[in-house]
């Protein structure tokens, strides 16, 4: 079904007129950015016809930052003022940034939000500054290669990146002075690259593996729509962690200290990289590693034993691909084709292991480095209007559902995972206590069932509810993720429309394997949380119970004889001990046993009230109308 081109009137481009946007891939080791030129998309190169950006950013006291080739150049001279794989520290919290590894060769602040930040000679920078400046260099390069000022961009991102790390790249855009048209899931831009969209229909896999995250999705294509049906994979695992484990070897081989210094390290983390590109062509790499001023070792890698090095870290990437496959519902034999991405995918073992896992070679045409810029900028290209005969639908997923606290530390999902975006669920609560005027609205994100096992994302609070008895007010919460997987949500009372909203933008995202433990919890304790859920409900009625029995007893106990209110004061103390001995059963019983007790008492207090309101009222108050008593 063909989507319809929408426009400003006036503002539709004439036939010899064109528009330019661009597609950029802001990758942990390497950037790109992409454009379509005469119906081809291709990446643009420097002046010097490089078509890699390194992510990397040097810092000086004296001028403005240094990016690309010339500060990756002196990156092991200046390690503190040299950022590098920044991508890696998007939407994380400080403490979540020590987790990724003791030797980050920088030193960390805490400014006024969780957001960590990195000092240097030009003051303390965030991840997000840091990613501005190498938006601006590309930027710049596409304007320079296209002759007109660049304003437009799609960026992708990793299929798992949660809402903080989407919101942070779309915070750098700005920055840099972009306007993102859409913030795109990496895998799908591969998929655009290759055309499968030309396919009439088919499963796909894409593998991404880049410098410092693994993604894989599972998208099936009908006729132009690509529909994401599941989605994994790990934010902190990437070509960097090789690195680190090849670093680690030589340090082992040649002696080297484990607290060596932070141009040491870099020099090493550099090594190991270029022996790990040689190993991509060759058998073998010879290397020599600077220990001290004037002391070289020299020793040999094998591309055997790089296997053994790196084997658990791809290894890493298997379960996700079973729990992709899992959640659509399909085998590994019924999928059409594996496409791999990212610049570790170059690496022969990478690409054994993909293909042992899945039963079939996977698609390498285009360069994995390119393949998503590539995507991206076709993408950019039909959004910004210049193919009006385009049908092309993408249809994306969350990774890991949404929901609320409710009453007892339980969560209400709103969103389960793997829903498609962009997507808008409502849902309505009421209110626990009489005369409840304010609520406090927590969003989580998980697969828990309890709060303290998820992840919180947002607080807000709803005030003008009018004081209602517990239970009457009706307050619809509204969920809305749009094509960029970033969420809005928002709150009304019914009744008198009273409104807030807020837009869930936190401070700092999940941590490295937050997801992938979340995921893997929501499976293994999956009893326990039923059964945490069920304790947690019935202490809810619990105590909606007691608190009801209490305020009646406060109001009308002249209403009860002494055996009575023993009897109801019995079971009352009975419900409140049950409560805290965390027995379902025991809690049902004791709720059961108070409601039967407090029946009669409840009959009486209607009957008093019935007989308040009428005190003093006439009867012909209450006659057949026009003041005439019904016989």
Known sequence: MALFQISEPGQTPAPHERRYAVGIDLGTTNSLVACVRSGVAETLPDGQGRHLLPSVVRYRADGGPVVGHDAIAVAHEDPLNTIASVKRLMGRGIEDVRKLGQSLPYEFSRGDSAMPRIRTVAGDQSPVAVSAEILKTLKLRAAESLGVEIGDAVITVPAYFDDAQRQATKDAARLAGLNVLRLLSEPTAAAVAYGLDKNPQGIYVIYDLGGGTFDISLLRLNRGVFEVMATAGDSALGGDDMDHAIAEWIMREAGIKDDADHRQMRRLLRDARAAKEMLTGAERATLRIQRGNDDIWEGILTRAHL??????????????????????????????????????????????????????EPLADIDPDKVVAIGAALQADILIGNKRDEDMLLLDVIPLSLGLEIMGGMVEKIIPRNTTIPVAKAQDFTTFKDGQTALLIHVVQGERELVSDCRSLARFELRGIPPMV???????????????GLLDVSAKELTTGAESSVVVKPSYGLTDSEIEHMLRDS????????????????????????EAVQGALAADSALLDAKERAEIDRHLDGLITAREANDVARIKQAIKALDGATQTFAARRMDANIRRALTGRKLEEFGAPGGKSTP
Do not use: H, W
């Open 307 to 360: 296997n053994t090095l790196i084997d658990s870290l791809i290894d890493r990437t298997i379960p996700p691909c079973k729990r992709v496959l899992r959640d659509a519902g399909i085998r590994a034999n019924e999928v059409d084709g594996v496409v791999l991405v990212g610049g570790a995918t170059r690496m022969p073992r990478v690409r054994e292991k993909v293909s042992q896992f899945f039963g079939r």
């Open 470 to 484: 517990a239970g009457a007010a009706r307050i619809r919460v509204s969920f809305q993720i749009d094509a960029d």
């Open 523 to 546: 499976i293994a304790y999956a009893r326990e949380d039923e059964e945490a859920r069920q304790l947690r409900e019935r202490q809810v009625d619990a105590d909606r119970l007691i």
